[in-house]
């Protein structure tokens, strides 16, 4: 059996002190300065919708083209919306936050392949 003293020690990273890393900060204010905006933004919009769907009956009936009126064309603007945001979101993603990420995450791997050769050498 293992010594109890060995099975109480921290392993090879500690979560906390990555937490509160330089390079975590910034990975985390640059998603959270994309993605509070941004879902402010659409939440804005949808209840624009739901509250124009509800108390502006006359507004949204108005005919754009043929039997189409607004609020059908909102309804469906919902969904181009939502389809936009996330391809928005994805490439922002690819361009800011994975390539912070992917420091974070080397430097992690590094002290785990670290941690486990020493384990090994002994």
Known sequence: MGNPAQASQPGPVDFIAEQQS???RELRK???NFVFPVAIGFLAW???YVLLA???HDFMSIKVWGSLNIGLVMGLLQFVTTFGITTWYVSYANRKL???AAVIRA???TRIA???AEK???
Request: a negative charge.
């Open 22 to 24: 330089q390079e975590f």
């Open 114 to 116: 670290d941690d486990a």
């Open 46 to 48: 949808y209840f624009a």
């Open 30 to 32: 640059s998603h959270r």
């Open 107 to 109: 430097r992690l791997e």
């Open 54 to 56: 509800a108390y502006a």
């Open 120 to 122: 090994e050498e002994v």
């Open 98 to 100: 994975d390539p912070q």
